[in-house]
């Protein structure tokens, strides 16, 4: 008899080994569509496919919250966060189908068990932090999934269902889209420590026109509706033999991608995009124009879009000192190849009412511009007395960009 209970035991034992064999078989079959690197999540269909992860425990009152961090948009950026059922099927992004609720980064919609969304919040890019959590005061049968971006909460749904019952998943389906999956993010950063974060950034900044900062974004705040609606950022600080270059990242676009990256004199105008007025320059990320002390433009490299990133130095001789002072006049500032014609009708007979014809140092610098860590182009200009100070403008609805003011060194 005894054998024959161990004998069952046996056969109870390997049937729950098959059976748990068969799960992690299910769970692997999750990532047929997508390749999971450590915490990188890439999509690996052709675009005619759907690629889904769904992790393997679901959310729970000491686990309730998950981000992913978008490294890259690929064709279309078709890449969604959210909830769904244990064997969720993979051939669906999250929220397409009952008992699912998803936040879709393409189109700023929320999907909750259908495929038509409704709006819910801001498209998503490149650098952009995505989460999905549970209301720590969900009741039985019913709770609340909240999303956030960039550490902010966008919105919130009541799902009649339990936590433990859905789980963590990231949808993709375009080629190139990568994300950084982080399950055990936590929500809910003290409001204090967050101000403070933000002074500190704030502090970086001698103005700030129309436009809002929060850490290192600039978010574009103003009408955007006619050329004297620029929004303008300047450094407090002029780049100097230490911190000669400083970049930004373009994580929204806008409407019309008016965003301008380049040097100015100190208190330049503030409704003037850099490289408009005298004692500017600057690379404009919509027409891949430099403006060089005229609402004139000169071609001078590629067009930018969201995800590019641009960056701006400058090339100190090597016996340089900015407050050594010198005397030349054998130099013009506004000295530039002229086009043909005016290609943006928007910047035509717009002369500078506010043009004081201030004094500009004799010294020669060359000044540089990158787009995406390569070169796009140099150009040898005239400091103004005092330096020249990091400059960003935008001009249309929507813009953001993520600055860096110290990329470099030395």
């Not at 609720?101 to 495929?115: E, I, P």
């Not at 019913?142 to 949808?171: R, W, Y």
Request: charged share 30%; hydrophobic share 35%; net charge negative.
């Amino acid at each position: 008899m005894d054998d024959i209970n161990l004998h069952n035991r046996f056969l109870n034992c390997r049937r729950q080994f098959r059976a748990r064999m068969l799960r992690a078989a299910r769970y692997r079959e999750r990532l047929k569509k997508m390749i999971r690197d450590g915490d990188v999540l890439r999509y690996d269909g052709n675009s005619d496919e759907v690629g889904c992860f769904v992790a393997s425990r679901p959310l729970s009152r000491r686990n309730r919250y998950f981000e992913v961090t978008i490294m890259d948009t690929g064709v279309r950026g078709m890449i969604a966060i959210g909830l769904v059922p244990q064997f969720y099927k993979l051939d669906h992004q999250p929220g397409w189908l009952p008992q699912s609720v998803a936040f879709h980064a393409d189109d700023g919609k929320l999907y909750n068990g259908n495929t038509v969304g409704q709006q819910f919040g801001p498209k998503c890019c490149r650098g952009d932090k995505i989460g999905c959590g549970m209301s720590l005061d969900s009741d039985d049968g019913q709770f609340t999934v909240f999303f956030t971006k960039n550490g902010k909460e966008v919105g919130s749904v009541e799902i009649p269902a339990s936590p433990d019952t859905l789980h963590p998943a990231v949808g993709m389906h375009s080629l190139g889209e990568e994300v950084l999956l982080d399950l055990n993010a936590e929500w809910g950063v003290d409001e204090d420590d967050v101000q403070m974060i933000v002074d500190s950034h704030e502090e970086d900044w001698s103005r700030l026109h129309d436009i809002k900062v929060t850490g290192m974004l600039l978010e574009y705040m103003g009408k955007g509706k006619s050329i004297v609606d620029v929004g303008l950022a300047q450094a407090r600080q002029p780049l100097n033999t230490r911190f000669h270059y400083y970049e930004l990242e373009i994580t929204d676009a806008g409407e019309k991608c008016y965003i301008a990256l380049g040097l100015a004199h100190r208190d330049y105008p503030k409704n003037r995009h850099p490289g408009w007025s005298r004692g500017s320059i600057a690379y404009h990320a919509d027409d891949g124009k430099l403006f060089q002390g005229s609402g004139v433009g000169d071609q001078f490299g590629p067009r930018c879009f969201e995800g590019d990133i641009m960056g701006c130095g400058i090339m100190f001789p090597r016996d340089f000192n900015l407050e050594a002072g010198e005397d030349g006049n054998d130099w013009d500032f506004d000295e530039c190849l002229k086009p043909n014609k005016v290609e943006n009708d928007s910047y035509a007979n717009n002369e500078d009412e506010e043009d004081r014809g201030e004094d500009l140092d004799g010294r020669k610098v060359t000044v540089f511009f990158t787009r995406n860590g390569k070169v796009v182009g140099r150009r040898e200009v005239g400091l103004p007395i005092g330096g020249f100070y990091p400059t960003i403008g935008m001009m249309s609805t929507g813009e953001k960009v993520r600055v860096d003011l110290h990329p470099l060194s030395g």
